[in-house]
């Protein structure tokens, strides 16, 4: 019963989960996390939520959000008002406009880097 409780307090927001037979065309916004594990085109919004892109994911979309983990593939221009974390499995191809970024080796990444503060 305790975790019912906390699961439905309107003040916690939590982690949505679009699992790996999701396909969605259209805008997501949310305030909270959001993990991606199918396949999403089209706007996403998460101005106070980090969007984690998982290995095997594809995202095609505009990105907004607060910070952004890709293990998987991203086409589109992404803003992290945060960070930016594209790990070695990732492949993404557009621009990023964040003021921190991490690419790691093995990564595949094609497009523009701007950072600001």
């Known amino acids: 019963m305790a ?3 906390v699961r439905t307090q309107p003040n916690s927001p939590g982690v949505t989960r679009l699992g790996s037979t999701v396909v969605l065309t259209g805008d997501i916004e949310a305030h909270e996390d959001l ?3 199918g396949r999403i085109q089209g706007k996403i ?4 939520g980090t969007l984690t892109v998982a290995k095997g994911a594809r ?3 505009e990105v907004r959000v607060r910070a952004l983990v890709l293990y998987g593939e991203l086409k589109g221009t992404v803003r992290a008002a945060e960070k930016t974390v594209i790990a070695e499995t990732a ?5 990023v406009i964040t003021p921190r970024i991490t ?4 990564a595949r990444f094609s497009g523009g880097i701007r950072m600001k503060e």
């Not at 919004?45 to 106070?48: E, Y």
């Not at 492949?91 to 621009?95: I, L, P, Q, T, V």
């Not at 690419?103 to 093995?106: P, V």
């Open 103 to 106: 690419i790691a080796n093995g």
């Open 35 to 37: 993990l991606v594990e």
């Open 3 to 5: 975790d019912e409780s």
């Open 91 to 95: 492949e993404m191809s557009g621009d």
């Open 59 to 61: 995202v095609e979309a």
């Open 45 to 48: 919004t998460a101005p106070s």
